[in-house]
T-cell receptor
Framework: AQSVTQPDIHITVSEGASLELRCNYS??????LFWYVQSPGQGLQLLLK??????LVQGIKGFEAEFKRSQSSFNLRKPSVHWSDAAEYFC??????????????FGTGTQLKVEL | SQTIHQWPATLVQPVGSPLSLECTVE??????LYWYRQAAGRGLQLLFY??????ISSEVPQNLSASRPQDRQFILSSKKLLLSDSGFYLC????????????FGPGTRLTVL
């Protein structure tokens, strides 16, 4: 079965500093990988996704992520964090379900705090 | 464009009472639909998914059930709520002819007292 590990529960960075959120996955085949962001009391918004091809993917709000098969990682990065980036970030791996559809397995999330 | 709605946004219910949460999707046909629960301090857990009307698959045995009476409507129910049913419930849809991306609704915060 697939799994996702986000080793950092909380991260605090200063506004303008760079950011890297870690994600490691376990999946038997080529994974579909996602990063979502959740503001308090809100649903999840898709930041970016990796299906195949270029291992460096660009997303919304200036985020990017790099797929590294050898390390089973899909870390999220941003060169300069803005105060509005404070939120919870979830990494997920997708897998096909018997009977159709797909299933996302999520990590436990990383809470990002931005200091002004 | 596609939109997904959930209601109610918040709900406070006593233990033992029934539950009905509704999710509807607009702007797409025959989507895959999903119910997730997010407990405090934890990630999201897939509860149910549906690939078509009347087709429901359960991922985790529990006190809840799901139904899909119409193509773009997904309902989460319970006959008798437990304290452990408290959490944030998220509905999601996936366009089966597009990518494997799931898009989430705004969620329902359920508190069982």
């Amino acid at each position: 079965a697939q799994s996702v590990t986000q080793p950092d529960i909380h991260i605090t960075v200063s506004e303008g500093a760079s950011l890297e959120l870690r994600c490691n996955y376990s999946y038997g085949a080529t994974p579909y990988l996602f990063w979502y962001v959740q503001s308090p009391g809100q649903g999840l918004q898709l930041l970016l996704k990796y299906f195949s091809g270029d291992t460096l993917v660009q997303g919304i709000k200036g985020f990017e992520a790099e797929f590294k098969r050898s390390q089973s990682s899909f870390n999220l990065r941003k060169p300069s964090v803005h105060w509005s980036d404070a939120a919870e970030y979830f990494c997920a791996v997708g897998a096909l379900l018997t009977g159709g559809g797909n299933k996302l397995t999520f990590g436990t999330g990383t809470q990002l705090k931005v200091e002004l | 464009s596609q939109t997904i709605h959930q209601w109610p946004a918040t709900l406070v219910q006593p233990v033992g009472s029934p539950l009905s949460l509704e999710c509807t999707v607009e702007g797409t046909s025959n989507p895959n639909l999903y119910w997730y629960r997010q407990a405090a301090g934890r990630g999201l857990q897939l509860l149910f998914y549906s690939v078509g009307i009347g087709q429901i698959s359960s991922e985790v045995p529990q006190n809840l059930s799901a139904s899909r009476p119409q193509d773009r409507q997904f309902i989460l129910s319970s006959k008798k709520l437990l304290l452990s049913d408290s959490g944030f419930y998220l509905c999601a849809w996936r366009d089966r002819v597009s990518t494997d991306t799931q898009y989430f609704g705004p969620g329902t915060r359920l508190t069982v007292l």
